[in-house]
């Protein structure tokens, strides 16, 4: 069976633009593949986190993609800093990774030119680590957003580059794999996706008054004054939210008032605010249910980490010998 890793950064709460573009697909892969599906704390350190914001970052993070249905039957959920064998592999693969190289990459620069005060080696080698983190499992298939494509790339050079000085194919290079169906989720004011970083973002923990206030804040225009027109950006966006959240019984009830010109935005902003309450609140119950559960939390980090580690100190068995640990 084909072998998936990917790393979540514990930053944060999921949202919806989290859950339809990368959750949705670790749900799916969970059933085909043999996964891997880590909390990257280890890469959080780069912004130096307050101890007590570490560990309940993770928490959180873990508590939230378990209530998504992330299967811990299925697939090795566990937390990086737990799997050691991949700080080994992460100083191996730094002695052939070049500085200019590393300089290169463009979310160094772009860190770097943000926080000119900050700009570590952790930063530095940040796809060192996470060349690490892949292909410690000889991973072939890495479910990461657009974003992360320098870093895979990194990734299978770091690869390559092993199996050239070594005169091995004990490491696959990783493909990056977003499956085509695979939809971006737009904010509420107008901008073009939903992020935290957007400020536009609605979570799955939030509260049912919290998002009936967002949605209801969301922009509009003044409505359509000519029948059958195109939609403008703004309400695009509402009515793609509704695609995602709604009955197509619904979508097509306010799709015919948009054409007929007779919408009121109110309405329909009413509606959508129900139906993604209707989405998220399950969720959200379990989020509660299980963060308030630390021994469950607990236990599925340590069996987590024991599959991760097998599978871990397997290849670094072969690593130290290829590289002449006798
Ligand atoms: P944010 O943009 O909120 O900072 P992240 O960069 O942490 O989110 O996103 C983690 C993953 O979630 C990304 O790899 C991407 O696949 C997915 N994602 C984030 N926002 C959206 C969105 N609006 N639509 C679809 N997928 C998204
Ligand atoms: N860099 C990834 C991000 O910012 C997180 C990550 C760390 C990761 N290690 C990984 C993703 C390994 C995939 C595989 O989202």
Redesign the pocket.
């Known amino acids: 069976m084909e072998i998936v890793v990917s790393g979540?950064?514990p930053?944060?709460n999921l949202?919806?633009?989290?859950y339809?573009?990368?959750?949705k697909?670790f749900l799916q892969m969970q059933n085909e593949y043999n996964c891997f599906f880590f909390i990257a704390d280890w890469h959080s350190l780069t912004t130096h986190p307050k101890p007590n914001d570490l560990s309940a970052n993770v928490s959180k993070i873990m508590a939230e993609y378990l209530a998504c249905g992330l299967d811990p039957d299925k697939a090795a959920i566990y937390v990086q800093s737990d799997v050691k064998e991949i700080l080994e592999l992460y100083l191996y693969l730094n002695m052939n990774a070049y500085l200019g190289e590393l300089q290169r990459v463009t979310s160094f620069k772009d860190k770097a030119r943000k926080q000119p005060d900050n700009v570590n080696a952790g930063l530095l080698t940040y796809p060192t680590l996470m060349a690490a983190d892949i292909i410690i499992h000889k991973a072939q298939k890495v479910?990461?957003?657009?974003?992360?494509e320098q870093n895979m790339e990194i990734t299978r050079r770091f690869a390559r580059r092993f199996n050239m000085i070594y005169e091995t194919d004990l490491f696959p290079e990783p493909e990056s794999y977003?499956p085509a169906e695979?939809?971006?989720?737009?904010?509420l004011d107008g901008s073009g996706?939903?992020?935290?970083?957007?400020g536009n973002?609605i979570y799955l923990i939030d509260d049912p008054e919290t998002i009936r206030k967002k949605v209801m804040k969301a922009v509009t225009d003044s409505g359509p004054t000519q029948q059958n027109s195109e939609k403008p950006e703004v309400i695009e966006n509402l009515f793609t939210l509704l695609k995602i959240v709604s009955s197509a019984d619904t979508y097509e009830f306010f799709n015919e008032k948009y054409n007929s010109c007779a919408i009121r935005y109110g309405d329909l902003k009413k509606q959508l605010a129900e139906d993604i309450i209707n989405f998220t609140e399950p969720i959200r119950d379990r989020i509660l249910g299980i963060a308030s559960d630390k021994e469950y939390m607990q236990r599925v980090a340590n069996e987590g980490a024991e599959k991760a580690r097998e599978s871990a100190s397997a290849t670094m068995k072969e690593v130290r010998k290829l590289i002449g640990f006798k």
Do not use: C, W, Y
Not at 143 to 148: C, E, K, L, S, W
Not at 193 to 198: I, L, N, Q, R, V
């Open positions: 979540i950064r930053t944060g949202h919806l633009g989290n339809f573009g990368a959750v697909n479910p990461v957003g657009r974003d992360q977003t695979s939809v971006k989720v737009p904010g996706k939903m992020g935290k970083s957007e973002a």
